[in-house]
């Protein structure tokens, strides 16, 4: 096979930034600046990379909310952005509700306390696929022209902004709160939402809004007059959205599920994306029609697709490792501030007076998302892909932040059906950065690349990657492979592997985390002259005139450990694409830790919990990296290699359901009462097959389920006191096919016939979730 040769010439010139949005900055209690450069945000001139995960606090039991922030904190995430939905807290006029879950307070509080940062987006149009777009159904019979300056509707806005701004006094940046940010409105001037409760009569819309950018100035003043007071304020800026960037940050993002487009009747079939096709930000692109000069506002995101929910009419199991392809095609473009929508799922909650706050196209209760976190608090793999990135951006911030894109190639002219050419970009600075590469493609197949090589021309040199052979990269694998880059005094020609984190374990003794994507084979290129000594545990070393070139194992976790001629130790650690999957790193009690386990770590300053679906627990501990307190509590199974394994077993519960099945798509379903302190939440599986899934207690609708081909689950923590003495119900309304509504008859009557209903409940199983605590 003829190798294919990419060849590019790398712009070692230093890349230079400038204030911008200096409207738009503040300082903290402790006289730390927040600011912005063209590119990136800034604590005291500090680049800083920003990680924002949605979370709807409104949408989510609050005794629940401390472990959830913990596992988007653990996944990487240190900016949280939560809708404050009107219709959640004023559904009845005049009457505000901030209790339980609709506690905004606490939830900021608990943010503050767990180290993450906030961004409120207040409205008071979220959309979000909310009932009215969020917006409280007496507002359509109020005298006022909503999202615009007309005097009556401002004056309920007003009223609105300060009842959150009581909420959160004292929590804003500037009190050394977690605040940082505000939107203010959401797709003002390009989305609006039915007015629910005219749907199925005139089918009415909440309109995309009035008077332009002087409704953005005068919502500012509102949240100001009302204390919410922040650093910089927001607003989506895509699809012609109003965001004059003398007030706010426009905000940006990317879909490749497109549920909306079947509102269109003539829509049948989902069209393949331009999204996975990788752009320069600093300039007009797709998805990307800025009002401004995008060289002098950084590019930020707060919508890609973390996921994405089901319509009634589009129906779609999300591959997660579009989300992972999403991340890299953004930031590869120049984003140095990214944003999931959502990166956690939820539940829309009960309404007062309309039982159910959602939009009529998505189900009644289930927020899902298909996000990164579920909405029962599900580990998806998305979130173990984002995670390896989000610990890349973070620990390499002010060195990533500095480096820009370059495309090879002019891209916009690039159809996302060819999926033969290799989608590649850099992000360089001074001769040194990384390579972006994406073999992803939304609703097509992608094949994999072999027997690739990058030549990159440097001013002194040319760097080939790899230094012999080729490499591959397989179907839907996106990845981001370092070159040029100094380790700690070494020089790094370039790695086919991964980059993730790095330890500082003292002064003169480094260590580096890398992994290789799937179907790729490792390899390092080290300058020799730099190099007192050097070893690996599993693989392979040769070495040229200049230059080691290190290849690992292929199968397990292998260690390079490199001596310099200055005294530095410096460890590269390799790990397999499955290991970084379930590679975590943290620091507890003034060490740097790093384990690989399937479970879902949660670190505290006085304990360590680990929540998994199995009565086992398993950890693998790294070269030893784990402090002693960790493993008194463990007992030693096995050793092999690096990797010294611990296990830790409870008594395994068992949860016998009884059954009875009504028919072949009704069943109740009764348990028995499970101790709470047994376990940590029990997920109800159920395989069907049909149109819509519906659980009920005691005639009362607890969830619901658009079926798409995957499993439904439903978490039953919150329902195990009800379930100790009540049955649950389940029901799958059928798929009808040939179906007719016959009017013929000359009475007034209708009636409802098909040729087939399919409907079926296959099975259902409970899996219980455990935890394992640690404590200091």
């Known amino acids: 096979m003829n190798k294919k040769i990419e060849r590019v010439t790398v712009n070692t010139a230093k890349n230079t930034f400038k204030p911008a949005l200096t409207n738009l900055q503040g300082e903290n209690a402790k006289n730390e600046r927040l600011h912005f450069s063209n590119h990136f945000m800034m604590i005291d001139d500090q680049p800083t990379f920003g990680i924002c995960g949605e979370f709807h606090f409104s949408r989510y039991d609050c005794s629940k909310w401390k472990d959830e922030l913990l596992k988007m904190k653990m996944g990487g995430i240190t900016i949280v952005p939560t809708y404050v939905i009107w219709n959640h807290h004023e559904e009845v006029k005049e009457t505000f509700d901030w209790e339980g879950s609709k506690n905004l307070n606490r939830f900021v509080r608990l943010c503050q306390e767990l180290e993450l940062q906030c961004i409120l987006r207040i409205g008071p149009f979220a959309h979000g696929e909310v009932r009215n777009g969020g917006f409280p159904d007496w507002l359509y019979g109020e005298s006022c022209r909503v999202r615009s300056n007309d005097s009556n509707y401002l004056k309920l806005v007003k009223r609105l902004y300060e009842e959150i701004g009581n909420q959160v006094k004292g929590l804003m940046y500037s009190d050394d709160g977690p605040v940082i940010g505000i939107q203010l409105e959401n797709e003002f001037y390009h989305a609006g939402a039915p007015w629910e409760h005219t749907t199925g009569t005139s089918n009415e819309w909440v309109p995309g809004g009035e008077d332009g950018e002087a409704h953005i100035v005068r919502l ?18 895509w699809g012609g959205a109003v965001a004059p960037t003398s007030e706010v940050l426009p905000l940006w993002g990317g879909y490749a599920f497109w549920p909306w487009v079947f509102y269109d009747p003539n ?21 990307f029609d800025p009002q401004y000069n995008p060289e002098e506002i950084p590019f930020a995101c707060c919508e890609m697709g973390g996921g994405m929910t089901v ?13 992972e392809a999403m991340a890299n095609i953004k930031v590869a473009g120049g984003c140095n501030f990214v944003g999931y929508y959502v990166f956690h799922g939820s539940s829309n909650p009960k309404g007062k007076l309309t039982p159910y706050l959602n939009e009529h ?8 998302y298909q996000a990164p976190i579920g909405e029962f608090g599900q580990i998806r793999d998305s979130y173990k892909r984002l995670k390896r990135q989000h610990y890349f951006y973070k620990d390499f911030e002010e060195l990533f ?4 894109t370059y495309l090879p190639t002019n891209t916009d002219h690039m159809r996302p059906d060819d999926v033969e050419t290799l989608r590649y970009a850099l992000r360089v600075n001074e001769g040194r950065g990384f390579i972006f ?10 094949p994999a690349k072999h027997n690739l090589q990058f030549q990159l021309q440097l001013e002194e040199r040319t760097i080939a990657i790899p230094y012999e052979g080729g490499f591959s990269l397989e179907e839907d694998i996106s990845c981001i492979l ?136 398993k950890v693998s501990v790294i070269d030893g990296m784990v402090a002693t307190d960790l493993t008194t509590h463990l007992t030693e199974y096995s050793k092999e290699g690096l990797l010294t394994e611990y296990e830790w077993s409870k008594a395994k519960v068992q949860i016998t359901p009884i059954i009875d099945q009504v028919d072949e798509r009704r069943m109740t379903i009764s348990l028995p009462q499970i101790p709470d302190s047994h376990v940590k939440e029990v997920l109800l599986r159920i395989s069907y097959e ?34 100790s003495h009540e049955s649950l119900y389940l029901m799958i309304s059928p798929i009808k096919e040939g179906r007719e509504v016959k009017s013929d008859s000359p009475m007034a009557a209708r009636s409802e016939v098909a040729l087939k209903e399919i409907a079926a409940i296959h099975s259902v199983d409970l899996k219980p979730i455990y935890e394992f605590e640690i404590k200091r």
């Open 220 to 237: 500012k003043e509102i949240a100001n007059e009302a204390g919410l007071i922040t650093p910089f304020y927001t607003a989506t800026g």
């Open 311 to 323: 319509f009634y009419k589009y129906r779609f199991k999300l591959p997660y490792q579009s989300v």
């Open 361 to 368: 196209a998505t189900p009644k209760i289930s927020y899902d």
């Open 267 to 287: 829509v049948t079939e989902h069209p393949v994306t331009p999204e996975y096709i990788y752009r320069n930000y600093n300039q007009p692109t797709y998805n």
């Open 437 to 446: 590469m994406n073999n992803y493609q939304d609703h097509l197949q992608s």
């Open 401 to 404: 932040c500095e480096t820009t």
């Open 690 to 723: 049909g149109d819509i899934g519906y659980a009920f207690i005691s005639n009362e609708l607890v969830h619901d389920h658009f079926h798409n081909g995957d499993v439904w689950e439903i978490g039953l923590g919150h329902l195990l006191e009800r379930l």
């Open 482 to 617: 370092p070159f040029n880059q100094n380790l700690s005094g070494v020089e790094l020609h370039y790695a086919t592997a991964q980059l993730l984190k790095k330890h500082e374990v003292s002064e003169m003794h480094h260590q580096y985390f890398f992994f290789y994507p799937f179907g790729m084979k490792p390899s390092f290129q080290l300058n020799k002259k730099q190099i007192a000594d050097i070893s690996c545990t599993e693989g392979e070393i040769k070495e040229d005139e200049d230059s080691w070139i290190i290849y690992p194992s292929e199968s397990n976790l292998s260690k390079v450990s490199i001596q310099t001629n200055a005294g530095m130790v410096i460890d590269l650690f390799t790990m397999t694409d499955e290991q970084s999957l379930d590679f975590w790193s943290f620091e507890w009690q003034g060490k740097q830790h790093a384990l690989l386990t399937d479970a879902t770590v949660l670190v505290e300053k006085d304990r360590i919990r680990f929540e998994t679906d199995s009565e086992t627990l």
